[in-house]
């Protein structure tokens, strides 16, 4: 079966490897903006479809039977693409979502709805770490009353203020890496967005012993779509597809 990954997570490279194991002939579509990434099995495609259309475009094109949406939680705009473009061209979609992280017993966060409610949130003179991304950085960094250490795995397209700091890292993370990043900046806040699974999350458990503050933007709420939240449970849906 021809099957096209919107990729982009470490399931999505997951999922891909299995299902070139298989047999499948499997397309895995990156957007670029990491500009070293790992690359899954199978072919791969980079940049942009061009909207929904775009993506129909291709879908026909390449004539894939299904489509799998394993981007990023925050991803929601190809997440909502790929629901419509679905619909429009009858090709089944299987969304495969990491569940979102929950505090654990002694965990204490913050829910906010977007970037600009997390930066409203930080009191002056907070020490930041902040690993929510490019998106939403230039909100964060108009608080020139905070000190900010910005954790990113590229550097953004903008140089960093007199109150921000670069921190250059590709995830897995450990606790005691987290532990002692945060000790060494005197970290009070972590600014997070809940992208769920297990290697980003010692993070919060750092935190959480260290008694820093975690602001947690909330997920986007999705287009409904078939979901799963396995590499294991996607491939159980694709070969009820016939793949």
Same mark, same amino acid.
């Given at each position: 079966m021809k099957?096209?990954?919107? =990729? =982009?997570?470490?399931?999505?490279?997951?999922?891909?490897?299995?299902?070139?194991?298989l047999g499948h002939d499997v397309i895995t579509s990156l957007a670029g903006?990491?500009?070293? *990434?790992?690359? *899954?099995?199978?072919?791969?495609?980079?940049?942009?479809?061009g909207g929904v259309q775009g993506l129909c475009a291709f879908l026909r094109a390449a004539n894939i039977e299904c489509l799998v949406d394993a981007t990023h939680p925050y991803a929601s705009q190809i997440s909502g693409n790929a629901v419509a473009a679905a619909a429009a061209t009858g090709i089944r979609l299987v969304r495969l979502l990491r569940p979102a992280w929950a505090p654990l017993p002694g965990q204490h966060w913050?829910?906010?709805?977007?970037?600009?409610?997390?930066?409203?949130?930080? !009191?002056? @003179?907070?020490?930041?770490?902040?690993?929510t991304g490019h998106s939403g950085l230039a909100t964060f960094l108009e608080r020139q009353d905070c000190q900010f250490?910005?954790?990113?795995?590229?550097? !953004?397209?903008?140089a960093m *203020?007199?109150?921000?700091?670069?921190?250059?890292?590709?995830? !897995?993370?450990?606790?005691? =890496?987290?532990?002692?990043?945060?000790?060494?900046? =005197?970290?009070? @806040?972590?600014?997070?967005?809940?992208?769920?699974g297990g290697q980003t999350a010692a993070k919060l458990e750092a935190a959480q012993q260290l008694g820093v503050v975690v602001l947690m933007v909330a997920r986007p709420i999705y287009d409904p779509a078939e979901e799963v939240e396995t590499v294991e449970a996607a491939i159980s849906a694709l070969s009820a597809a016939g793949a």
């Open positions: 099957i096209l990954i919107l =990729g =982009g997570t470490s399931e999505a490279r997951q999922l891909a490897d299995r299902l070139t194991s903006r990491t500009q070293d *990434p790992i690359l *899954p099995a199978g072919r791969l495609r980079m940049g942009h479809f913050t829910v906010v709805r977007s970037a600009k409610e997390a930066a409203d949130a930080l !009191p002056r @003179h907070a020490n930041v770490l902040l690993t250490f910005v954790r990113l795995i590229e550097p !953004p397209n903008v *203020p007199k109150n921000a700091q670069l921190v250059l890292d590709r995830p !897995p993370y450990n606790l005691a =890496g987290e532990l002692t990043l945060m000790q060494r900046h =005197g970290i009070t @806040h972590l600014v997070s967005k809940n992208s769920g």
